[in-house]
Structure formats: C-alpha cells, structure tokens
Nanobody
Framework: QVQLVESGGGLVQPGGSLRLSCAAS????????VGWFRQAPGKEREFVAA????????KYADSVTGRFTISRDNAKITVYLQMNSLKFEDTAVYYC???????????????????WGQGIQVTVSS
C-alpha cells in the first residue's frame, strides 16, 4: 500500500504562485510514475501533470503548460507541483497519484493510477 498526502494548498490571488507537495509512504515511491489531477466543482477530474519514475518524461495539460512544473525528490519521497501565474480557472481540489504498473510512462488518464491522495483545495480569488 501507498499513502499519499498533499499539502501547500490555500487561497491565492490571480497571478500568484503556490507549491503543492505530495508526501508518500509505503512502497518505494521512486519506482512510480506520479501525477497531479484536479477537480473543480461540477466538473470531472482532469489531468494536470505527470512525471515518469526515471524523470525522463513529463507531460502537462495544455491549460497549465508554461505555468506549472512537476518535480520529484525521491530521497524525500515527495512530489511537487509548482504553480505560477495562477488563474481563476485553476481553482479546484488537487490530487496527487501514483502508478506502479507502468512506471516509465507519464500517464495522463486517471484510470492508470492505483493510489490517490485525499486532495487539497486551491482557490484563486481576488
């Protein structure tokens, strides 16, 4: 089993920045493809960013490309999502996820991930 816990969310003004963290425990996290997803009220969960276990592959949703950066620190068993130039439409609950079945991919669909955090709220508001 793997437990994922997100932190770093909160309220930020448009144009501001936040860094989300996802701390893992359980299975060796460095062997997993990790991803971030988000879900806004009344909308389906959507892909945000992903990184392969070997760090060679990263993918981003078009809506966040150039503004968000995913990174990982395997020594600290933590994944980060740096979010810059935040917009109103970035408001959502953000989830981190881990995929051990295909670790050398940067999976973009939720069904490919086996483990999920509980989610953390990010609100962009003036």
């Amino acid at each position: 089993q793997v437990q994922l816990v997100e932190s770093g969310g909160g309220l930020v003004q448009p144009g501001g920045s936040l860094r989300l963290s996802c701390a893992a425990s359980g299975r060796t996290f460095s062997f997993a493809n990790v991803g971030w997803f988000r879900q806004a009220p009344g909308k389906e969960r959507e892909f945000v960013a992903a990184m392969s276990a070997n760090v060679l592959w990263t993918k981003y949703a078009d809506s966040v490309t150039g503004r968000f950066t995913i990174s990982r620190d395997n020594a600290k068993i933590t994944v980060y999502l740096q979010m810059n130039s935040l917009k109103f439409e970035d408001t959502a609950v953000y989830y981190c996820a881990a995929n051990f079945r295909t670790p050398l991919t940067a999976a973009m669909t939720a069904r490919e991930y086996e483990y999920w955090g509980q989610g953390i709220q990010v609100t962009v508001s003036s």
